[in-house]
């Protein structure tokens, strides 16, 4: 079952402006991790905010979570043409297991 | 270091065969966990190994098994492969126990069924 819900689902902007995607989830969590995945490839890490964290920063890339809200959102600045890819947000629900719940993720295209 | 790396890349089964995917986990790394992502969707958990102990499993039936060796490297079987089985097979591998720890995923073996 989905976790988190992406929104939007897809989401298309010119070079240089920022991108913000926002991630929706139904439980409790300790922590939410953002992943970029480019052309139905692997996965790549960006980020992971812990449940008493508001807000991180790596980069370009602004993560805030709102746990009142069951949100989060990641911004990324300046956007390059190298940033289109689908990103997901994936929640830890805890324990030693830690497996990732995924939503559906986000289509960013960014055009040069 | 090495990166999480998986074979084949590519394969193409018929209904009914079984398959073995293997992935070699990131150097230093202890735990491995498979993900199926089918085409427009999310990765979704199979199951995590942990010094080659299953540590939990998803919503799969069991013609899906996995086993991890003592390198910490790792097969996922599939069983009397079935249409729906079609989709990106994902590993992903972490230094210890996954929970509150980023993942490091492969590059995926794409698996057609016809």
């Known amino acids: 079952s989905q976790q988190g819900e992406e929104d939007p689902q897809a989401l298309s902007i010119q070079e240089g402006e920022n991108a913000t995607m926002n991630c929706s989830y139904k439980?409790?969590?300790?922590?939410l991790q953002w992943y970029r995945q480019n052309s139905g490839r692997g996965l790549v890490h960006l980020i992971l905010?812990?449940?008493?964290?508001r807000e991180k920063h790596s980069g370009r890339l602004r993560v805030t979570l709102d746990t009142s809200k069951k949100s989060s959102s990641l911004l990324i600045t300046a956007s390059r043409a190298a940033d289109t890819a689908s990103y997901f947000c994936?929640?830890?629900?805890?324990?030693?297991?830690?497996?990732?719940?995924f939503g559906k993720g986000t289509k960013l295209s960014v055009k040069p | 270091e090495t990166g999480v790396t998986q074979s084949p890349t590519h394969l193409i089964k018929t209904r009914g065969q079984q398959v073995t995917l293997r992935c070699s986990s990131q150097?230093?790394?202890?735990?491995v966990s498979w993900y199926q992502q089918a085409l427009g969707q999310g990765p979704q958990f199979i199951f995590q190994?942990?010094?080659?102990?299953?540590?939990g499993r998803g919503n799969f039936p069991p013609r899906f098994s996995g086993l991890q060796f003592p390198n910490y490297s790792s097969e996922l079987n599939v069983n009397a492969l079935e249409l729906d089985d079609s989709a990106l097979y994902l590993c992903?591998?972490?230094?210890?126990?996954?929970?509150?720890?980023?993942?490091?995923f492969g590059p995926g073996t794409r698996l057609t069924v016809l």
């Open positions: 190994y942990y010094r080659e102990e299953e540590n």
């Open positions: 439980t409790s969590i300790n922590n």
């Open positions: 905010i812990r449940s008493n964290e």
């Open positions: 992903a591998s972490s230094s210890g126990l996954a929970g509150g720890r980023a993942q490091y």
């Open positions: 994936a929640t830890d629900a805890g324990g030693s297991q830690g497996n990732l719940i």
């Open positions: 150097s230093g790394h202890n735990t």
